[in-house]
């Protein structure tokens, strides 16, 4: 099995979820690399952020000009593809290209997190956490194409600006499952378009495939690997622990996908009421020693 090989030990990255309770970015960018983190996963634009994404760029490249980081990853919100209205999806694709233009204008982009716009089912009274309900179970050939077309322009914009696009695999989206993520990817069929594999969040689905056949589907498709641990499989809500307290034993999975030859970035997340920033440190003191002794 050959995975992408970016030629030297796995980074690790925190998620911009450790720093959501109040905390700048440039605090968040002071504590990572306090911690000895070689990046940041930050959001397109944060919840509380009250300007526009390109706005937030600005945010995010003056933290970086005075805490320095070698690895800079963008998450969501995505590109919204869903929708039935042809000129919207093209004015998506086009603020995503000028987003994507003016980061790597300010900073070097690593590997993107992204997403192709989300589909709930049209049944409201379906729980969001009953993922089997959404996203590709629910998709129509339409959605396919559209979200195939705009990622073969996006993929080719990252490979102009020297970055990866990688769909996170995550419930009511069109990548949600590991076949569609996989079946997406292999679409658009660009070098600069892979995967964000989330274990936790396929354990959502009451079928879900094991690690074996992560490790054997994903190849070199797999970009970036997302890390956080569950105190109990997921029934109708989630009870995020961590990552050293969880059910899934990350030790082990570390080390066999350092086995098969992964060396892309591994991304810590907290997605827990709490103190975050306590977390940020014990995670990421737990990973920083699984990953030096795998």
Request: with cysteine; proline share 5%; glycine share 8%.
């Amino acid at each position: 099995m050959e995975f992408f090989s970016g030629g030297a030990m796995s980074p690790i990255l925190l998620h911009a979820n450790y720093f959501e309770q109040g905390q700048s970015v440039e605090r968040a960018c002071q504590l990572a690399r306090e911690m000895g983190a070689d990046g940041i996963e930050f959001r397109r634009q944060p919840p509380k952020h009250t300007g526009t994404d390109l706005q937030y760029l600005d945010v995010v490249s003056r933290a970086l000009d005075k805490y320095p980081l070698a690895w800079v990853s963008i998450g969501g919100p995505g590109v919204d593809l869903m929708g039935d209205d042809g000129e919207m999806r093209a004015k998506e694709i086009e603020r995503a290209e000028n987003f994507f233009r003016k980061a790597a204008s300010r900073f070097r982009l690593n590997v993107v997190n992204t997403f192709a716009g989300s589909l709930r089912h049209a049944d409201s009274s379906l729980p969001y956490l009953e993922y089997w309900h959404h996203g590709s179970a629910i998709a129509t050939c339409e959605q396919w194409s559209n979200a195939v077309e705009g990622f073969q322009h996006l993929g080719a914009v990252a490979g102009e600006l020297g970055f990866r696009l990688a769909f996170e695999t995550h419930g009511v989206y069109l990548h949600d499952t590991l076949k569609a993520s996989l079946d997406l990817v292999r679409k658009v069929n660009s070098p600069h378009v892979g995967l964000l594999w989330d274990q936790a969040n396929l354990l959502i689905f009451p079928e879900h495939p094991s690690f074996d056949e992560v490790i054997d589907t994903v190849g070199p498709d797999l970009f970036a690997v997302h890390v956080k641990n569950l105190l109990v499989p997921p029934q109708q809500f989630l009870a995020v622990s961590a990552l050293s307290q969880g059910i899934l034993n990350i030790r082990d999975q570390v080390a066999r996908l350092l086995k098969a030859g992964y060396d892309g970035p591994f991304c810590l997340e907290a997605p827990r009421d709490g103190d975050r920033e306590h977390f940020a440190r014990e995670d990421f003191t737990y990973f920083r020693s699984v990953l030096t002794n795998a």
